[in-house]
């Protein structure tokens, strides 16, 4: 098992960054990970993948272009570079570990076994 701690979130002016991260407890260098977001009265959705080597990145399309997903594995860290933040956006934070159907992309959240306990991300107008 692997536990994942998410930080970084805050209060951001829409149009601005913020860069959240994810550590886990042990070495995870052979974890397929990603980023997921819930807002209120919404249901968690996928936000950015990225495999265990970095060489596969994807992203949903209401993030591509703005959203960077990079890990760096001598540190156990995934991250998630926000920029140009928009109100919609202000959600709580997952990130998770694929743990089923990992050898190619997936978004499915029930392929992930390993959930952090999220970092919240408010964008203010």
């Known amino acids: 098992q692997v536990q994942l701690v998410e930080s970084g979130g805050g209060l951001v002016q829409a149009g601005g960054s913020l860069r959240i991260s994810c550590a886990a407890s042990?070495?995870?260098?052979?974890?397929?990970m990603g980023w997921f977001r819930q807002a209120p009265g919404k249901e968690r959705e996928f936000v950015a993948y990225?495999?265990?080597?970095?060489?596969?990145?994807v992203y949903a399309d209401s993030v591509k272009g703005r959203f960077t997903i990079s890990r760096d594995n001598s540190k156990d860290t995934l991250y998630l570079q926000m920029d140009s933040l928009k109100p919609e956006d202000t959600a709580l934070y997952f990130c998770?570990?694929?743990?089923?159907?990992?050898?190619?992309?997936?978004?499915?959240?029930?392929?992930?076994?390993?959930w952090g306990q999220g970092t919240q991300v408010t964008v203010s107008t």
């Open positions: 998770a570990a694929c743990v089923k159907d990992c050898m190619e992309f997936t978004g499915n959240l029930t392929h992930y076994g390993y």
């Open positions: 042990r070495p995870f260098h052979n974890y397929v």
């Open positions: 990225i495999d265990a080597l970095q060489r596969e990145t």
